[in-house]
């Protein structure tokens, strides 16, 4: 259909629906909602430019989180907060759009989102499992055993805050588990790096950081099967550390 064609029928659609209007005696309200059902892709529906109800995007919200399209919740949750700070769905919009990042996988994001909500909501009785949530957005960020830990310190962290606050909590029980695998990690990054030390001639380092887990985390140790090991490394780390510090060879001060 080339273009001249298309406005003739558009012009024709036009007037038949005016005439339907005119005849039918129908009032401004539903002809408006009649107008946008049939000329909604001619001149744009109207929920583009009229802004959803506090209601509507929470119901939006969570059909999405049911419908597991996080981001769209995200989106309905944001804007709900953003638009209708006062309503009475504003908690729940600050709530779930920290589990919409959450279950998005973007753990930075709900973590920032969780702190809010325990922030302005402190004596919430949902509190415990925000912590809970916050704990495990720090504990999936965890990469590998060789890099830094500071987001095993951070779950640790925020799994003591919980227990403290809530030791009664169903959520303290499952932080207690939590805390046990936080130290899991720590001590099979700190076991590395005691290898490392050791292997470089470090001695002192090496027996200071196995040292460390060793009397921090006995149960952790025993647990990875490293008791052996390391008090085998701490005897010879000191037996090293004994013969006092080594004077450099002639290769080495002759710059090989």
Same mark, same amino acid.
């Given at each position: 259909? *080339?273009f001249p064609q298309r =406005?003739?029928?558009?012009?024709?659609?036009?007037?038949? =629906?005016? &005439? =339907?209007?005119?005849?039918?005696?129908?009032?401004?309200?539903?002809?408006?909602?009649?107008?946008?059902?049939?000329?909604?892709?001619?001149?744009?529906?109207?929920?583009?430019?009229?802004?959803?109800? /506090?209601?509507?995007?929470?119901?939006?919200?969570?059909? /999405?989180?049911?419908?597991?399209?996080?981001?769209?919740?995200?989106?309905?949750? @944001?804007?709900?907060?953003?638009?209708?700070?006062?309503?009475?769905?504003?908690?729940?919009?600050?709530?779930?759009?920290?589990?919409? #990042?959450?279950?998005?996988?973007?753990?930075?994001?709900?973590?920032?989102?969780?702190e809010e909500f325990v922030?302005? #909501?402190?004596? *919430?009785?949902?509190?415990?499992?925000?912590?809970?949530?916050?704990?495990?957005? #720090?504990?999936?960020?965890?990469?590998? =055993?060789?890099?830094?830990?500071?987001?095993?310190?951070?779950?640790?962290?925020?799994?003591?805050?919980?227990? @403290?606050? &809530?030791?009664?909590?169903?959520?303290?029980?499952?932080?207690?588990?939590?805390?046990?695998?936080?130290?899991?990690?720590?001590?099979?990054?700190?076991? @590395?790096?005691?290898?490392?030390?050791?292997?470089?001639?470090?001695?002192?380092? /090496?027996?200071?950081?196995?040292?460390?887990?060793?009397?921090l985390y006995p149960e /952790?140790?025993?647990?990875?099967?490293?008791?052996?090991?390391?008090?085998?490394?701490?005897?010879?780390?000191?037996?090293?550390?004994?013969?006092?510090?080594?004077?450099?060879?002639?290769?080495?001060?002759?710059?090989?």
């Amino acid at each position: 259909m *080339n273009f001249p064609q298309r =406005i003739q029928v558009l012009g024709t659609r036009l007037l038949l =629906i005016l &005439f =339907i209007l005119s005849t039918a005696g129908i009032t401004s309200g539903c002809g408006t909602s009649l107008r946008e059902y049939y000329f909604g892709d001619l001149f744009g529906k109207g929920s583009s430019t009229t802004a959803l109800s /506090a209601e509507q995007l929470a119901m939006d919200g969570m059909e /999405a989180m049911r419908k597991k399209d996080y981001s769209g919740a995200a989106s309905s949750f @944001q804007q709900l907060k953003e638009r209708y700070p006062y309503s009475k769905y504003a908690i729940l919009a600050e709530l779930k759009l920290g589990d919409a #990042h959450f279950y998005n996988k973007n753990y930075a994001e709900a973590a920032v989102a969780y702190e809010e909500f325990v922030r302005l #909501h402190p004596r *919430n009785e949902v509190v415990p499992y925000v912590l809970y949530q916050i704990g495990m957005c #720090h504990f999936l960020s965890f990469s590998t =055993i060789d890099r830094d830990q500071e987001e095993t310190r951070l779950a640790m962290d925020a799994f003591r805050r919980l227990v @403290q606050a &809530f030791p009664e909590s169903e959520y303290a029980v499952r932080a207690q588990k939590q805390i046990y695998e936080c130290q899991k990690r720590l001590v099979a990054h700190e076991f @590395q790096v005691g290898q490392f030390y050791y292997r470089t001639g470090e001695y002192a380092s /090496a027996r200071d950081r196995l040292q460390t887990i060793f009397h921090l985390y006995p149960e /952790a140790v025993a647990d990875l099967g490293y008791e052996e090991e390391i008090q085998e490394l701490l005897a010879r780390s000191e037996k090293e550390i004994s013969k006092g510090e080594r004077k450099p060879s002639v290769w080495s001060r002759m710059g090989f």
